[in-house]
């Protein structure tokens, strides 16, 4: 059952008109997270309430809210301290959630790799510290859901001094982790299916378009050990002119990230730096779309992750006007215009997925004499089989497959007798 979510909207009336765009990221957030949004109610300030942040009578409106609509959380797009927090516990009867610990929530959900996981915790302590006061404690733990999960959350009975010497290991072994990164990157290069990463800020589409892609629920091949370690979210997805690939949505950036979260968000991410292949997605009609191309490029940059290919596409071809949609073509001729809602731009899409994953993963193909078919499972677990053809004493098995995988392929085969490989074009 989704958690019965009250968004809450609040700016100053200075910037007033900021309020829609900053609550549409939060409700992104919130489904993200598993949210049911039953309700949104905003207020434009002369100026803060020191006390709930929100005015007196706007904190009433909200109680009064959450008794009528049975709301089990209210998510404020704002931070609170730990006194506001407090004080809006105080009259409205349900956990209080900010825009901070909403966004620690979904990295708690969606970091896999130790040093995420490390990385979230570290985050959630950090957030926790200064907030450790009764009313904290006696809300969030009891009621669970949003806001709790993760690894921080078992931690929450620890004194003060206790998160404070975690946080310190955790810095430590953090540290050492980037260090074995190099290795864990070599180890993944054997997998025999290409990564497709959909990256893009949070409300680009990514999730409904790998549903498009991918439409079964079932993840790739559910007994499959190589993938036993893969995200949650990934899907086998079949790509025209290429074979298979495993598409995943990776964790979505977010226009106001807080400074303290910059590390938990980018390790979340750091499995981008795996894949074959990025598939950026930013929506035609997003009125910040040129700021956040920047952003994810800089931001890939200082990952490592240039060298990656990268397919970039406009999503929501359907919800732009004329207009825009001209001058977007104009200045990107050849990007995908794509939209998961009428199917618009797929084609062109795969096409471009096709292209950039033949870049690392060639054709191949290798005579293996059917003497030696019990190899094939060897085959198979280093590289896609995409034909079998026979003839009279041996079969012809096509291949896509990675250099590397390849090298090191054909040494093991070398030896057998009748075994011959090469490259194919087509
Ligand atoms: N009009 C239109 N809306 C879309 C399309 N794809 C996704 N959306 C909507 O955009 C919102 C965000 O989509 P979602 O896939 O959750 O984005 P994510 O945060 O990047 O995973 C949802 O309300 C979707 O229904 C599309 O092709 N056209
Ligand atoms: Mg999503």
Redo the contacts with the bound molecule.
């Keep these: 059952m989704p958690e019965r979510v009250l968004l809450v909207g609040l700016g100053l009336k200075s910037v007033a008109a900021a309020i829609p765009a900053s609550l549409a990221e939060l409700e992104?957030l919130a489904?993200?997270a598993g949210a049911e949004i039953v309700g949104i109610r905003t207020q434009a300030l002369p100026r803060w309430n020191s006390r709930t942040l929100a005015g007196t009578g706007k904190i009433e409106e909200i109680a009064a809210a959450v008794r009528e609509h049975k709301v089990q959380t209210v998510i404020f797009d704002a931070e609170l301290s730990a006194s506001q927090q407090k004080a809006i516990e105080g009259t409205v009867p349900a956990k209080v959630v900010d825009r901070t610990r909403l966004i620690l929530d979904i990295f708690a959900q969606r970091a896999h790799t130790r040093e995420g996981r490390m990385q979230v915790e570290l985050a959630q302590l950090s957030y926790l510290l200064p907030r450790l006061t009764g009313a904290w404690r006696s809300f969030s733990q009891q009621v669970g859901g949003i806001g709790t999960r993760g690894p921080g959350e078992q931690k929450l009975e620890y004194e003060r001094r206790h998160i404070q010497r975690r946080i310190l290991e955790l810095r430590e072994k953090i540290e050492s982790v980037k260090r074995a990164r190099a290795v864990r990157r070599q180890a993944r290069l054997s997998v025999p299916i290409p990564q497709i990463a959909?990256i893009?800020?949070?409300?680009?589409?990514?999730?409904?378009?790998?549903?498009t892609l991918a439409p079964s629920a079932s993840p790739i091949y559910a007994d499959d050990k190589l993938f036993a370690t893969l995200d949650p979210t990934a899907r086998r997805v079949k790509i025209p002119g290429f074979g298979w690939a495993v598409a995943t949505?990776t964790v979505?950036f977010i226009q106001r990230l807080p400074t303290t979260l910059v590390a938990a968000f980018r390790s979340t991410l750091e499995e981008l730096t795996m894949a074959d292949c990025l598939l950026f997605?930013s929506?035609a009609s997003s009125p910040n779309r040129e700021m956040q191309e920047r952003t994810v490029a800089s931001i890939l940059d200082e990952m490592g992750a240039r060298d990656i290919p990268l397919v970039s596409a406009f999503?929501?071809?359907?919800?732009v006007d004329a207009e825009t949609r001209r001058a977007l073509v104009r200045k990107a001729p050849l990007r995908p215009m794509?939209?998961?809602?009428?199917g618009e731009g797929l084609d062109k899409l795969y096409e471009a997925l096709a292209r950039a994953l033949s870049e690392r993963w060639i054709l191949k193909h290798l005579y293996l004499p059917f003497s030696e078919a019990s190899r094939l499972g060897m085959i198979r677990s280093a590289a896609q089989v995409v034909s079998v053809e026979t003839e009279s004493e041996r079969m012809k098995i096509g291949l896509r497959i990675t250099q590397a995988n390849w090298d090191r392929l054909l040494k093991r085969m070398d030896a057998l007798p009748g075994v011959e490989s090469g490259t194919s074009t087509k």
Excluded: E
């Design positions: 992104g489904l993200t959909i893009g800020y949070t409300n680009a589409g990514k999730s409904t378009l790998l549903n949505d979505g997605l929506g999503s929501k071809a359907d919800a794509i939209s998961s809602r009428t």
